[in-house]
């Protein structure tokens, strides 16, 4: 049984100098349209490979910034003291709320505390929101009967 007419040749990073042997070679002129060509190509799939990347990344990478005098958190930098017994990791990631009073550049703003005359300057890097735990228009709910249902007897909650 002859299995030579079942294998390919592969080709090997010589094989078009070798083959180029004894034919004539190709014109410089074809030669720089080929690999304009080729150029031009690689520039448009690069192009859109970038566009689709930036769209994905992008999706959780928007800009923010706090309007004028709106209610803002600060990160807290805080570094862990052994002597103190006192572990950054547990203390809390940001203080506030404070008030944005000034802009002072595209990225830097001046802050004040809410209820002091405390006022510092902060990046935008390390701000967020501050979210107040209640709308101005909610009202409060007491007690443990508005969080869960009264059962009279033989009746099994789902």
Not at 40 to 62: P, S
Not at 84 to 100: I, R
């Amino acid at each position: 049984m002859n299995h030579t007419a079942y294998q390919t040749h592969l080709r090997g990073p010589y094989d078009e100098v070798t083959q180029s042997i004894g034919r004539e070679p190709e014109p410089p002129e074809d030669k720089a349209r080929r690999l304009q060509e080729i150029f031009r190509i690689v520039k448009e799939n690069t192009q859109r490979a970038t566009i689709d990347q930036a769209r994905h990344y992008n999706l959780r990478r928007r800009e923010w910034g706090p309007e004028l005098h709106s209610l803002v958190l600060v990160k807290h930098h805080v570094l862990s003291n052994a002597a103190e017994g006192f572990a950054a990791k547990l203390a809390p990631k940001y203080e506030g709320p404070y008030y944005v009073r000034k802009f002072i550049s595209p990225n830097v703003v001046r802050l004040q505390e809410v209820g002091t005359s405390r006022r510092r300057i902060a990046n935008l890097a390390d701000l967020k929101v501050y979210h107040t735990e209640l709308e101005p228009d909610a009202q409060p709910e007491t007690g443990l009967a508005s969080l869960t249902p009264e059962l009279t007897l033989g009746q099994i909650p789902n």
